[in-house]
């Protein structure tokens, strides 16, 4: 990557035989010169990510053989050239984040070549045409933020070949068209912020390949979508923000890999089904301001899988608090606010190990407050509007709640309870000092016991870490992996295999002999671990990219202060340790012949091009982090580390972006003020 300014060069124009032409990512200005419409070999034109402006010129449609047309992150105005569509090869238009206007010109399907189509973020306007139908083809539609109007056409069925269809933050009218059950391939649907009225088809149900179906903010109406359900693959359900009524199904997840549940803000009535316990892998369930009443079913203590939020604010819920809410021991934000709960907060809640933000106000508890970190260190607003609740953050004194006799009976008995208080206080610190006695010297045993072991080759085994969150993102994977087991292996010197600038890597063999790889996270960068919720959808994204070239995480371990992520084994080690050497790698290893090396060299390409569409940003690209797997197939690692540390996502401190001696992260500029992050979506 380059920083290049100025305006592109017209003396580009005289290249006549060149075919691809890339610009992106650099700093140009200006407009698109016309000097370069004679370039009739172009194949693909690539200059996102600049400062041009100006019209995108219509001379481009007179490229015969164009089939890449991407200029998106500028600064461009005027209207999309109809004459794109006269362009018989065009396959992919990427012009989102700019400022065009006018409407999407219907020839763009005319022909039928088209495969995506991507205009979110400019200000077009006009209905979306019904020939979109005609590209048989067409797998990627993004158009959203804009300023479309009018219904989403029948015609879209026809794209049978659709995978994604984004077209939220528009003004589309009408109904959800039930043609797109006739997309068998699409797995994101996103129409949310529209002006969409009806019910959600049931036909929507014969998509088995559907991952995400976001609705919000629209006026929907009807019962719950129960064809739904049999989506089994459906792993985000958004239907907030609409006007959808009746009960809830108590088969409400079927079974499925469900982890987004956003409900929130409709009219959905009755109680809370018992069957939300069968939500296993459920990491954030929304069902505030809605008219639910009836109890908290104790079943909600069963999805252990809860990690972002749990919110049931702003119903009529009523009854207790269930003990078993204390269960959800790696759940960060729990809110039951504005409701009719009554009872004691129970002390099983201080299970909540993760919890972090926790609302209970304006409801009718009672009783002292539990002693319990992330209760104290809430704001008093948090408990406040529960009349005969008491204790700390509260400024009440939990004495006089329980009646007026109490005073008196206080100071009857208040000099016995100083008496026997006294005593009690020696008595425990002689326990205490003996105690405390006793352990040192076993301690000091037990270490000079271990370092025995150690001196005769003996395993030292290694206390077991209480485990905050942990998750196995490959199913058939799951009752593989011991988590502990890859805990303990990061405290033994023997299993360390490498050490990069952000992690160390450690070999850990599970009791069912798979071996894995555990990256324990450097102690400069365990912000990460404040962020759990950031983390953990990062990186079950990145465990969903299926690309050869990649290292992709298959799960990941949070204890105390620790974040653990765990890959595949590479036997193969990296291409550091095959180029010069290591001992981590056999002595008598043979030296890579060329095509073995070329063929590395392209893997890593492979790699990184694959990381520029999609807009990430590597951190630290070096020898050391290009694993190899048992056929010496390149993969590009530390590729979540990346994400997890990118500086303008507020995860970790600047400091952390320094790499490999030598080395500066494209996107990473420096200036007498300080550092500057260019990130790039």
Not at 352 to 380: E, H
Not at 450 to 462: F, I, L, T
Not at 542 to 568: F, K, M, S, T
Request: aromatic share 6%.
């Amino acid at each position: 990557m380059n920083r290049l300014s100025g305006p592109i060069p017209p003396a580009l124009g005289l290249a006549a035989g060149l075919k691809f032409l890339n610009l992106s990512n650099n700093a140009l200005s200006g407009s698109i010169p016309d000097e370069l419409r004679g370039l009739k070999e172009l194949q693909e034109v690539q200059i996102s990510a600049n400062n041009l402006t100006g019209a995108i010129p219509g001379w481009l449609a007179g490229l015969p053989g164009l089939r890449v047309l991407s200029a998106y992150e500028n600064a461009l105005s005027g209207p999309i050239p109809p004459g794109l569509g006269l362009s018989s090869n065009l396959q992919v238009l990427n012009l989102h984040s700019n400022g065009l206007e006018g409407s999407i010109p219907s020839s763009l399907f005319d022909l039928g070549n088209l495969q995506v189509l991507i205009l979110t973020v400019n200000r077009l306007n006009g209905t979306i045409p019904d020939s979109i139908g005609r590209c048989l083809g067409l797998s990627n539609v993004r158009i959203g933020n804009n300023r479309l109007a009018g219904a989403i056409p029948a015609s879209i069925g026809d794209a049978t070949s659709l995978t994604y269809f984004e077209a939220d933050s528009n003004q589309l009218s009408g109904s959800i068209p039930a043609q797109f059950a006739r997309c068998a391939n699409l797995t994101l649907l996103n129409l949310a912020y529209n002006r969409l009225v009806g019910e959600v088809p049931d036909m929507l149900g014969e998509l088995r390949n559907l991952q995400e179906l976001i609705i919000s903010g629209n006026g929907l109406g009807g019962e719950y979508p129960r064809s739904i359900l049999r989506c089994r693959n459906l792993s985000k359900l958004d239907l907030s923000y609409n006007a959808f009524r009746g009960g809830l199904p108590d088969t409400i997840c079927n079974g499925s890999r469900l982890q987004f549940l956003v409900l929130d803000h409709n009219e959905f009535s009755g109680s809370i089904p018992h069957g939300i316990g069968g939500c296993s892998r459920l990491l954030e369930l929304q069902l505030a301001n809605n008219n639910l009443s009836g109890e908290i079913p104790a079943e909600m203590g069963k999805i252990k899988s809860l990690q972002i939020a749990l919110n049931l604010s702003f119903n009529h819920l009523s009854g207790p608090l269930p003990r078993e809410l204390g269960r959800l021991d790696k759940l960060v934000a729990l809110d039951l606010s504005s409701n009719e709960i009554s009872g004691e907060i129970p002390a099983d809640m201080r299970g909540m190990l993760s919890l972090i933000v926790v609302n209970l106000s304006n409801n009718r508890l009672r009783g002292a407050i539990p002693v319990f970190g992330p209760f104290q260190k809430s704001a008093g607003s948090s408990f406040s509007g529960n009349a005969k609740l008491c204790g700390d953050p509260l400024d009440v004194d939990c004495g006089p709640i329980y009646g007026s006799n109490y005073g008196s009976d206080h100071r009857k008995i208040s000099y016995r309870v100083a008496l026997a208080v006294a005593g009690s206080c020696v008595l425990i610190f002689s326990v205490v000092s003996l105690v405390v006695t006793l352990f040192m010297w076993r301690e000091r045993q037990e270490k000079e016991a271990d370092a025995k072991k150690a001196e005769a080759g003996e395993a030292v085994v290694v206390e077991a870490r209480h485990v905050m969150a942990s998750s196995v993102f490959i199913e058939s994977l799951q009752q593989a992996i011991d988590f502990q087991t890859c805990v303990q292996a990061t405290f033994k010197d023997a299993s360390a295999l490498r050490s990069g600038t952000f992690s160390t890597t450690y070999k850990a063999v599970m009791p069912s002999g798979m071996v894995v790889c555990v990256k324990k996270l450097k102690s400069v960068d365990r912000a990460v671990v404040h962020h759990q919720a950031k983390m953990i959808r990062e990186l079950e994204r990145l465990a969903h990219i299926n690309h050869p070239n990649l290292v992709r995480p298959i799960g990941y371990v949070i204890y105390e202060d620790v974040a653990l992520l765990l890959q595949y084994d590479m036997p193969n080690g990296t291409l550091l340790q095959l180029l010069h050497g290591s001992n981590n790698c056999d002595g008598d290893q043979e030296k890579p012949d060329w095509p073995k090396l070329l063929s590395i060299a392209i893997g890593v390409a492979e790699g990184l091009a694959f990381l520029h569409q999609i807009a990430t940003i590597h951190l630290d690209i070096s020898s050391g982090n290009v694993f190899l797997d048992s056929h010496y197939n390149a993969l590009l690692g530390e590729v979540e580390i990346s994400k997890l540390l990118d500086p303008s996502k507020g995860t970790a401190s600047i400091s952390a972006v320094a790499g490999t001696f030598g080395y500066i992260p494209p996107g990473l500029n420096f200036s007498p003020k300080g550092i500057c992050w260019i990130h790039k979506n």
